[in-house]
């Protein structure tokens, strides 16, 4: 199994940058699909962004296009979301998810880091 370590949350103001990181670990993660998705209060989760470990096929929800970046570091197993021009919308519990390629549905999560941004 995957486990997945989020960090890098915090507080900040509409209109900055925050960089979230997942750090991965477990049996052949790098063949794993990785993804972001976000939780609001009162909302569901949604997706924000993923794509392959490889950096194959990457893909962001249009609310987020254009402001946030997927990456990875390969060295430090770990893949990280750049999010610039923060919005208070934005505010939510952000997770790191993985799925292998013999599931349709993200199954292994971390734990969540919180973003908030004030206006």
């Known amino acids: 199994q995957v486990q997945l370590v989020e960090s890098g949350g915090g507080l900040v103001q509409a209109g900055g940058s925050l960089r979230l990181s997942c750090a991965a670990s477990?049996?052949?993660?790098?063949?794993?699909?990785m993804g972001w998705f976000r939780q609001a209060p009162g909302k569901e989760r949604e997706y924000v962004a993923g794509?392959?470990?490889?950096?194959?096929?990457?893909s962001y929800t249009d609310s987020v296009n254009g402001r946030f970046t997927i990456s990875r570091d390969n060295a430090k197993n770990t893949v990280y979301l750049q999010m610039s021009r923060l919005k208070p919308e934005d505010t939510a519990v952000y997770y790191c998810?993985?799925?292998?390629?013999?599931?349709?549905?993200?199954?292994?999560w971390g734990q969540g880091t919180q973003v908030t941004v004030s206006s």
């Open positions: 794509f392959s470990w490889s950096g194959a096929s990457p």
């Open positions: 477990g049996r052949s993660f790098n063949t794993y699909r």
């Open positions: 998810a993985a799925r292998s390629s013999s599931t349709t549905a993200y199954d292994i």
